[in-house]
């Protein structure tokens, strides 16, 4: 158990809606990072947040966004979903954005779109 | 832009056998991190071993090491004593602080073990 904790696990809906992911960060940990995992894309940085603002972007679409709050949670919200958002998608947290400091992973949430 | 490639879709290896599972990456950076990766069934993402650019000694974490070739911008992961549960997709990974510390993935190994 890394500490980080994702939730739903599963999550099936159809194309065009709206879906939020939710990421809790390990106890003391500021930084945290999406990642999406899909067949063809492979693993990809979404973003990033430090201590509530944004850090970092990478490949994340338009139609994604996401938030930190004060409480260090985080949201991905995915709409306008289509049949390619279909991925894994991971939270990770790490105690400040360093490369000295390990990135833990959540259990990842599964997003089926049909 | 900084890439991580891994030529070995996937290794087999016999249970108690060594393998060495390739990386290679390109960066214009000097300082830097690599890290392995483990995804087993379960899908859950297990740091396995991290180095530093600015560390020419080798990381070893138990029946792990790499071998860092700095020069040959090479990094790769041998598994000594092998066993049925090191079984799993290996992700090699790079960050750095000029790109916010994101990490950038290979495509993985996947790695079978034989008993």
């Known amino acids: 158990d890394s500490g980080v904790t994702q939730t739903p696990k599963h999550l099936i809906t159809a194309t065009g809606q709206r879906v939020t992911l939710r990421c809790s960060p390990r106890?003391?940990?500021?930084?945290v990072y999406w990642y999406q995992q899909s067949l063809d894309q492979g693993l990809q940085f979404l973003i990033q947040?430090?201590?509530?603002?944004?850090?970092a972007k990478g490949n994340i679409l338009e139609r994604f966004s996401a938030q930190q709050f004060p409480d260090l949670h985080s949201e991905l919200n995915l709409s306008s979903l289509e049949l390619g958002d279909s991925a894994l998608y991971f939270c990770a947290s790490s105690v400040t954005p360093s490369g000295e400091y390990e990135q833990y992973f959540g259990p990842g949430t599964r997003l089926t779109v049909t | 832009a900084q890439t991580v490639t891994q030529s070995q879709p996937e290794m087999s290896v016999q249970e108690a056998e060594t393998v060495t599972l390739s990386c290679t990456y390109d960066?214009?950076?000097?300082?830097?991190?690599l890290f392995w990766y483990k995804q087993p069934p379960s899908r859950q993402m297990i740091l396995v071993i991290r180095q530093e650019a600015y560390k020419q000694q080798n990381a070893t974490e138990n029946r792990f090491s790499v071998n860092f070739q700095k020069a040959a911008k090479s990094f790769s992961l041998k598994i000594s004593d092998s066993q049925l549960g090191d079984a799993a997709m290996y992700f090699c990974a790079y960050t750095t602080a000029e790109y916010g510390n994101k990490l950038v993935f290979g495509a993985g190994t996947i790695l079978r073990v034989k008993s």
């Open positions: 106890s003391g940990d500021l930084s």
């Open positions: 947040y430090y201590n509530g603002e944004e850090r």
């Open positions: 960066t214009s950076e000097s300082d830097y991190y």
